[in-house]
């Protein structure tokens, strides 16, 4: 096995819209020592993205500065990092990844044609994140590693704040590349402190393994450790197993046993639902969140036995009423069908979504695989070209484009994402109808409001007036910086 430690910088936030610049990886052997060189690579923007402003400031990346520094077309960008990710057995590796960085990949994938999920597992591969690994060190075994604090004095697990307490090189923090080495580092030296840990941790990656001790039915409670819980409780609670969900094996419903799961019983559906999503800030008296949770099995859940509750330090650290838990895992084993069943009932009330546009809806379904296949066919071609130094001007390529565009589709969000894909990569094989299309779709995100999910140039101004008026702003380096970005805007507009 080795270690693909990576990471991406992007245009925004969202996974799902915003789009991925750099991406740097360095490969590993499973002792954690490097082999081969760093990879840097540069995606350009396509005509209808607009970074924000705030995503500049922290990846320090202009747009204007993409294709000096070798940036490609995103469909160029995105085959060239799945062939890295393709090769077998490897473990896909970041910080903080499988919330944000996989999320990323998967629609960047989807979005140029690619199968979204083919380099989590196939061939031996996985994925894994040092983020949760070290919540469970803080947790488990802090000692031998420093464990910053916030300006508030709470605990942080920023990158940036670890890297620095523990006097480890990070001097391009937010540069992909630079976050790839800190991370790095970090995982050795978590994994010099307590290699058994380490291990463990790691063979949690195996969805199978989690399964295997979530759902024995032996086990009354487990340990979950997630950023999903405060860190002033040690990121983790005690949790009872209420079941697959919905249908999906890959998640499972749990119950917070810091809390009485009789407290269910007695509340109707519409005030459950209100309470799964409720804000702090919009607690009455003695209110609180519904206290479950989803796990993920196929996210490296860290879950551990309660034997680790022996250690008092560790209960400590959790500021766990041991006496509580113990008397709602016993009301649970009495109770447990009835809050399973409307819990489950909760869950499955149908959520008010609005239609997904069809590069957001990788979601709403699996491609029927006959499509699927005529997808690897064009990409086999693609990536032929790719391998061979060529790029999407290849007569190969022009021709499986050619071909690809007078496919017809079984999947209905297939002839509009392949619409995209080929006006993106290659505007010149269109139509003039389709030119008219590709335009009409491009003004429209540009033009869009600034509350919409797409960044437009209303937005993009105001957010670059904003931060330009904002004291914590003014310093030389950031307003030259917001100049430039912003000359950069008003040259895209005058096209």
Same mark, same amino acid.
């Given at each position: 096995?080795?270690?693909?430690?990576?990471?991406?910088?992007?245009?925004? &936030?969202?996974?799902?819209?915003?789009?991925?610049?750099?991406?740097?990886?360095?490969?590993?052997?499973?002792?954690?020592?490097?082999?081969?060189?760093?990879?840097?690579?540069?995606?350009?923007?396509?005509?209808?993205?607009?970074?924000?402003?705030?995503?500049?400031?922290?990846?320090?990346?202009?747009?204007?500065?993409?294709?000096? &520094?070798?940036?490609?077309?995103?469909?160029?960008?995105?085959?060239?990092?799945?062939?890295?990710?393709?090769?077998?057995?490897?473990?896909?590796?970041?910080?903080?990844?499988?919330?944000?960085?996989?999320?990323?990949?998967?629609?960047?994938?989807?979005?140029?044609?690619?199968?979204?999920?083919?380099?989590?597992?196939?061939?031996?591969? &996985?994925?894994?994140?040092?983020?949760?690994? $070290?919540?469970?060190?803080?947790?488990?075994?802090?000692?031998?590693?420093?464990?910053?604090?916030?300006?508030?004095?709470?605990?942080?697990?920023?990158?940036?704040?670890?890297?620095?307490?523990?006097?480890?090189?990070?001097?391009?923090?937010?540069?992909?590349?630079?976050?790839?080495?800190?991370?790095?580092?970090?995982?050795?030296?978590?994994?010099?402190?307590?290699?058994?840990?380490?291990?463990?941790?790691?063979?949690?990656?195996?969805?199978?393994?989690?399964?295997?001790?979530?759902?024995?039915?032996?086990?009354?409670?487990?340990?979950?450790?997630?950023?999903?819980?405060?860190?002033?409780?040690?990121?983790?609670?005690?949790?009872?197993?209420?079941?697959?969900?919905?249908?999906?094996?890959?998640?499972?419903?749990?119950?917070?046993?810091?809390?009485?799961?009789?407290?269910?019983?007695?509340?109707?559906?519409?005030?459950?639902?209100?309470?799964?999503?409720?804000?702090?800030?919009?607690?009455?008296?003695?209110?609180?969140?519904?206290?479950?949770?989803?796990?993920?099995?196929?996210?490296?859940?860290?879950?551990?036995?309660?034997?680790?509750?022996?250690?008092?330090?560790?209960?400590?650290?959790?500021?766990?009423?041991?006496?509580?838990?113990?008397?709602?895992?016993?009301?649970?084993?009495?109770?447990?069908?009835?809050?399973?069943?409307?819990?489950?009932?909760?869950?499955?009330?149908?959520?008010? #979504?609005?239609?997904?546009?069809?590069?957001?809806?990788?979601?709403?379904?699996?491609?029927?695989?006959?499509?699927?296949?005529?997808?690897?066919?064009?990409?086999?071609?693609?990536?032929? $070209?790719?391998?061979?130094?060529?790029?999407?001007?290849?007569?190969?390529?022009?021709? $499986?484009?050619?071909?690809?565009?007078?496919?017809?589709?079984?999947?209905?969000?297939?002839?509009?994402?392949? #619409?995209?894909?080929?006006?993106?990569?290659?505007?010149?094989?269109?139509?003039?109808?389709?030119?008219?299309?590709?335009?009409?779709?491009?003004?429209?995100?540009?033009?869009? $409001?600034?509350?919409?999910?797409?960044?437009?140039?209303?937005?993009?101004?105001?957010?670059?007036?904003?931060?330009?008026?904002?004291?914590?702003?003014?310093?030389?380096?950031?307003?030259?910086?917001?100049?430039?970005?912003?000359?950069?805007?008003?040259?895209?507009?005058?096209?």
């Amino acid at each position: 096995m080795s270690f693909l430690f990576y990471d991406l910088e992007t245009t925004g &936030s969202d996974p799902r819209c915003d789009r991925p610049i750099q991406f740097a990886a360095l490969r590993t052997n499973d002792e954690l020592e490097p082999i081969g060189s760093p990879i840097t690579l540069y995606a350009t923007l396509s005509p209808e993205v607009l970074p924000h402003p705030q995503a500049v400031l922290v990846t320090g990346i202009l747009p204007q500065t993409l294709a000096s &520094s070798g940036g490609r077309p995103e469909a160029e960008f995105a085959a060239l990092i799945h062939a890295e990710m393709m090769q077998p057995d490897t473990c896909a590796v970041g910080f903080n990844s499988l919330r944000f960085d996989a999320e990323l990949l998967r629609f960047m994938f989807w979005r140029n044609l690619r199968d979204p999920y083919a380099h989590e597992w196939k061939s031996g591969n &996985s994925r894994w994140d040092v983020l949760d690994a $070290a919540r469970a060190f803080r947790l488990l075994r802090p000692e031998g590693i420093q464990w910053p604090t916030d300006e508030q004095g709470a605990p942080t697990l920023r990158l940036e704040a670890l890297t620095k307490a523990n006097e480890i090189a990070h001097a391009n923090a937010h540069d992909a590349l630079g976050d790839v080495e800190a991370t790095l580092a970090f995982a050795r030296l978590m994994r010099a402190q307590s290699p058994k840990l380490f291990g463990y941790l790691l063979s949690l990656r195996k969805k199978a393994v989690v399964a295997d001790f979530v759902d024995n039915p032996e086990r009354e409670s487990f340990v979950h450790v997630s950023g999903r819980i405060s860190s002033t409780l040690g990121s983790a609670s005690v949790f009872a197993n209420l079941g697959q969900v919905q249908g999906i094996n890959t998640q499972r419903l749990l119950w917070d046993l810091r809390f009485d799961p009789t407290e269910v019983l007695d509340d109707d559906m519409e005030t459950l639902a209100a309470r799964r999503f409720l804000r702090d800030a919009d607690a009455q008296d003695n209110q609180h969140r519904l206290p479950i949770k989803l796990l993920h099995l196929n996210r490296a859940p860290v879950v551990v036995a309660n034997t680790i509750l022996k250690e008092g330090d560790i209960v400590e650290r959790m500021q766990l009423d041991l006496d509580a838990v113990q008397k709602n895992t016993r009301t649970m084993a009495q109770f447990k069908r009835e809050v399973a069943d409307k819990l489950h009932a909760v869950l499955a009330e149908p959520p008010a #979504f609005a239609l997904q546009d069809a590069e957001c809806a990788l979601y709403e379904g699996f491609m029927p695989n006959a499509d699927r296949y005529l997808l690897d066919d064009f990409n086999r071609v693609f990536d032929q $070209a790719m391998a061979a130094g060529g790029s999407a001007q290849d007569v190969p390529v022009t021709e $499986a484009l050619r071909k690809l565009m007078a496919q017809s589709w079984q999947d209905a969000r297939l002839p509009e994402m392949v #619409f995209r894909f080929v006006a993106r990569l290659r505007p010149d094989l269109l139509n003039e109808d389709e030119r008219t299309q590709w335009q009409s779709l491009v003004d429209s995100r540009l033009n869009a $409001a600034p509350d919409q999910r797409y960044m437009g140039f209303a937005g993009f101004f105001a957010a670059i007036d904003a931060l330009m008026a904002d004291a914590a702003y003014r310093d030389e380096a950031t307003l030259a910086l917001l100049t430039q970005l912003k000359a950069w805007g008003e040259t895209r507009i005058r096209r």
